[in-house]
């Protein structure tokens, strides 16, 4: 082998060599880049994951700060009951409210929420005693709700709306009761015959008659017997609520007649009791 071609032959090995040596610098160079944007990546979630650990601590500790001052005021320690969250000043007021109630009211009730409806069941029936019942005016208590039917010859004129100044008594008796408890709801309810009647500006149908009487009334106890009027809901039911059939002039003047619901709220009422 002469000069020249070991020359060439030592020329060709050191290229050879160096082609080799870029390949493995550029893979390794690539991997290296690979590692590190993975690298990057996993630092990132790190801190993200830190930052929302943190923050649930933080919820966690501040919760914890809250029952704990809670905790150190006793008239503030909440109580389960009956599902209602309440504080031990409104569970020692409601026990005082039973004091007043005869056990027997009581003997039925399996709950906190059951003995309220009792206290005020027994409450509605001794105050409502006042109103004298007669063949004008009948009560009917069901649990802690009190239906009072008055006959329309009681309030109104013959197929009038306005409210007529004999009616003023009863309405007055009834004012009292409302009054005599925050958390009591009233609906009015309006009732009328099936018998039509001559369309005026005002009525045009029962419908008409049964709403613009119960909205009378609700005015009347508004702003003659001082009832707050949001406790008050006036309603119109025709003559599709019946006491009997309309078939003669004695079981059409039944089926006039104006219906005050009294309905006791529970949930008002508990509220009430919790009111410093």
Not at 99 to 106: D, F, G, I, N, S
Request: net charge neutral; hydrophobic share 40%.
């Amino acid at each position: 082998m002469n000069m020249k071609n070991t020359a060439i032959i030592l020329v060709s090995a050191v290229v050879l060599s160096s082609c080799v040596s870029k390949k493995k610098y550029t893979a390794l160079a690539e991997d290296n880049g690979q590692l590190k944007s993975e690298l990057t990546k996993t630092i990132v979630e790190k801190e993200d994951l830190e930052a929302k650990f943190s923050a649930i601590e933080n919820r966690v500790a501040n919760y914890n700060a809250k029952i704990n001052e809670l905790t150190k005021n006793s008239n503030a320690q909440l109580v389960q009951t009956d599902g209602t969250v309440m504080s031990e000043d409104t569970k020692a007021k409601m026990r005082e409210t039973l004091k007043q109630v005869p056990p027997a009211y009581l003997m039925n009730a399996k709950t906190l929420k059951d003995s309220m409806n009792a206290a005020v069941s027994y409450n509605l029936t001794h105050t409502i005693e006042g109103i004298n019942e007669n063949d004008d005016i009948s009560i009917n208590i069901e649990e802690t709700v009190v239906m009072i039917s008055i006959s329309d010859k009681m309030l109104f004129n013959s197929g009038s709306y306005r409210v007529s100044a004999k009616a003023d008594k009863i309405l007055a008796q009834i004012a009292e009761v409302i009054k005599s408890e925050e958390s009591l709801d009233i609906m009015v309810e309006g009732h009328t015959d099936n018998q039509t009647f001559k369309n005026t500006a005002a009525i045009k149908d029962n419908w008409d008659l049964s709403v613009l009487r119960a909205t009378a009334v609700v005015k009347k106890l508004q702003h003659d017997f001082g009832v707050a009027p949001e406790q008050l809901i006036a309603a119109g039911r025709s003559f599709y609520k019946p006491l009997t059939d309309n078939a003669t002039s004695e079981n059409r003047a039944k089926n006039r007649r104006t219906r005050i619901v009294i309905l006791p709220n529970i949930d008002k009422f508990f509220a009430l009791m919790s009111k410093e």
